[in-house]
Nanobody, 126 residues
């Protein structure tokens, strides 16, 4: 059974940076897709970025100039690097796992991901 353990996040001031990590275990293959999503209370989960099986990446336009996604294959950890954070980035952030190993061309739907981390809070003060 795939398990995701997230770390990172926290409270920062606007303009600062944070990194989220998503450690994957329980999957025997090296090619899979990790998606990063965020969700505010009472709102739908929103896709932020994803990294595909061959390390193709996609970052949504609204954060593309500030956020990046990467992966350490040897450690089975995916990262979401968030720079120049803004108060509107205040959300709970989740990583999701999909066994789809194909390259990604756009942000996958949340329905693609079968396993999820428990989320990390990111709080940005102005």
């Amino acid at each position: 059974q795939v398990q995701l353990v997230e770390s990172g996040g926290g409270s920062v001031e606007a303009g600062e940076s944070l990194r989220l990590s998503c450690a994957v275990s329980g999957y025997p293959y090296r090619k899979y897709c990790i998606g990063w999503f965020r969700q505010a209370p009472g709102k739908e989960r929103e896709g932020v970025a994803a990294i595909g099986g061959y390390d193709s990446v996609f970052v949504v336009a609204s954060v593309k100039d500030r956020f990046s996604v990467s992966r350490d294959i040897a450690k089975n950890i995916a990262y979401l690097e968030m720079n120049k954070l803004k108060p509107e980035d205040n959300d709970m952030y989740f990583c999701g796992f999909s066994g789809d190993k194909n390259n990604i061309l756009n942000m996958p739907s949340g329905s693609l991901f079968r396993s999820w981390g428990t989320g990390r809070q990111v709080t940005v003060s102005s």
